[in-house]
């Protein structure tokens, strides 16, 4: 189940439009639950995937080595699994772009 919902969380960042925030909080739901979370890109090409099961109120963390690897805890419970390594790249590439759009955004506050 949970590798499920991690690849449909990783796929709603795509989804979404690049924004200047430096970090985006993402609503999302899979496998009949709500999430609440946040990405970011950490280290050497990982992402961080961070939020609440909003049903449950359970806490998560999660990182995603650049093959797919997931390891971390959910509430109290820790795992690890493998997502696809085309939903990881897609989910980056997305977050790059989102890091791009937010130093646009501060070099052209910074130029007025």
Known sequence: MLRIVT???LALIVA????SAPLQVYDGSADGHRYNYTVEAVGKNFLR???TMLDSGQGFVLLVSPDGEVTGNFG???VAFKVSKTTRDKAAAAIAAQAIAAEGE???TASR
């Open 7 to 9: 690849a449909a969380l």
């Open 49 to 51: 995937l961070s939020g």
């Open 106 to 108: 501060t070099l052209t």
């Open 16 to 19: 979404e439009p690049a924004s």
């Open 76 to 78: 109290y419970s820790p």
